[in-house]
């Protein structure tokens, strides 16, 4: 008997369908520590912000055996039509994408969630490994693409899939793209013990030094404030996309709130959050008034590191208030029973202050079954070519149009000029 005779596969396929397994759903993450990403809230509300479009369906799989829920595949099918003709049809996880060219049906490996994985209850792992390698070689995969991104070492994706992708038929890809750090606070019973047990003493004092600005005797420093109220909430999302975004495009960039959508979403998880009594939001105010905001959300045991802004023109900010935040997160972190904070995608510097531990993010492209009937090869090339020139297309109008905000319409074309000048040479001198 194959591994798929002996499951019970039910397949969502409805837009509101994902309302109906909202209990199972936080059971099944919870039980397996899932990450934020992972939650209902967050799956739930980016398909119906990002996801719901003509291009997209929702391809959930609900596996039951012996009438146990053992598996959900968080999945959606997303298809890309040349002058009408079908071109492409992918399979991709809930959460995966977002920017606005895949809501005309271009592929992309953009996404606002930083690790995704299938849910899968601690025990299953092997069963339903064998009953997603052998649903590549059934006909009724066949016609499909999977692109999967964000996938995080250690999870059952990169555990247990990853090992087993030689065992078909199909071309696979998989390329390493994110370094994730995050603190690991297993070792430290207070914020004076995280660090003293820095190995770097000017790591040390930059943290002593702000903490010392929280001190009402310091000149020019601030202090902490927790936002206590919905009634307080609204305000402090509107500062923190504010400060988030103001930092950014005056570097020139557009930042994540250029995208409208985006700013529904994070309202909305934020909200959920607070309703749940999972969120962590902060200001750091001083004598100008809020110049830095963090906001992080607490799930499976975990602090999730989201979203932060600050400003650079700030009476404190040779103290600099956003790590003063951070260390404020840890010290709740540890009086609380909180042994880890993930901080995400990304190498900013500021974060090897804080830690030497990282994991790397992943992406794996599955192609079509050889033997797949339907399958346009030439549309197929063409639709990641039509992706790759839309894509960097639209960026770069976005970035002039941010130079634009910068600089108004007549110094726009130079301004543009400079900041891409810059910036390939910066690349240039990476590589």
Not at 117 to 144: H, Q, R, T, V
Not at 158 to 165: E, M, Q, S, T
Not at 312 to 322: H, I, L, N, Q
Not at 356 to 374: C, L, M, R, W
């Amino acid at each position: 008997m194959s591994t798929i005779e002996q499951l019970d596969v039910k397949i969502f396929r409805d837009n509101n369908s994902l309302k109906q397994l909202k209990m199972d759903w936080e059971a099944l993450a919870g039980e397996s520590g899932q990450t934020m990403f992972m939650s209902y809230s967050w799956v739930n509300n980016w398909w119906e912000v990002f996801g719901n479009n003509p291009n997209r369906s929702l391809f959930v799989h609900t596996i039951q055996k012996n009438g146990e829920l053992i598996a959900i595949l968080p999945l959606f099918i997303g298809k890309t039509n040349i002058l009408g003709i079908k071109a492409q049809q992918r399979i991709q996880l809930l959460g995966s994408g977002g920017n606005p060219n895949e809501t005309l049906g271009f592929s992309d490996f953009y996404g606002i969630s930083d690790f995704l994985d299938f849910i899968i209850k601690p025990g299953f792992e092997e069963i339903i490994a064998d009953y997603f390698i052998e649903m590549l070689d059934n006909e009724e995969w066949s016609k499909y693409r999977f692109h999967f991104v964000n996938i995080n070492e250690g999870n059952f994706i990169h555990n247990y899939l990853f090992p087993r992708f030689n065992n078909n038929s199909r071309n696979v890809e998989v390329n390493a793209t994110d370094t994730c750090p995050y603190i690991d606070l297993s070792q430290d019973q207070n914020l004076s013990d995280f660090i003293k047990n820095k190995d770097s003493g000017s790591v040390r004092r930059r943290f002593r030094q702000c903490l010392k600005a929280q001190k009402p005797e310091t000149d020019k420093g601030y202090k902490i404030v927790k936002v206590e109220n919905r009634e307080e909430l609204e305000d402090a999302l509107n500062r923190i996309i504010s400060l988030h975004q103001n930092r950014w495009n005056a570097i020139g960039y557009t930042g994540v709130f250029f995208d409208k959508r985006f700013v529904e979403f994070f309202k909305r998880i934020v909200f959920d959050a607070f309703n749940n009594k999972t969120l962590w939001l902060k200001h750091a105010i001083d004598e100008g008034g809020i110049c830095a905001t963090r906001m992080l959300i607490l799930y499976n045991g975990r602090y999730f590191d989201y979203i932060s802004g600050f400003s650079d023109d700030a009476v404190s900010a040779k103290y600099r208030p956003g790590i003063g935040l951070l260390l404020d997160v840890i010290d709740d972190a540890l009086k609380t029973g909180i042994k880890r904070v993930d901080l995400l995608r990304g190498e900013e510097s500021y974060k090897f202050d804080f830690t030497d531990k990282t994991f790397s993010n992943y992406t794996a492209v599955i192609s079509e079954h050889p033997q797949a009937k339907g399958v346009n090869k030439p549309l197929n090339k063409a639709t990641k070519l039509l992706s790759f020139i839309y894509k960097h297309t639209r960026k770069e109008i976005q970035l002039m149009q941010v130079q634009y905000i910068n600089k108004g319409l007549l110094k726009m074309p130079v301004s543009y000029v400079q900041f891409r000048t810059k910036r390939l040479r910066e690349k240039a001198a990476e590589s």
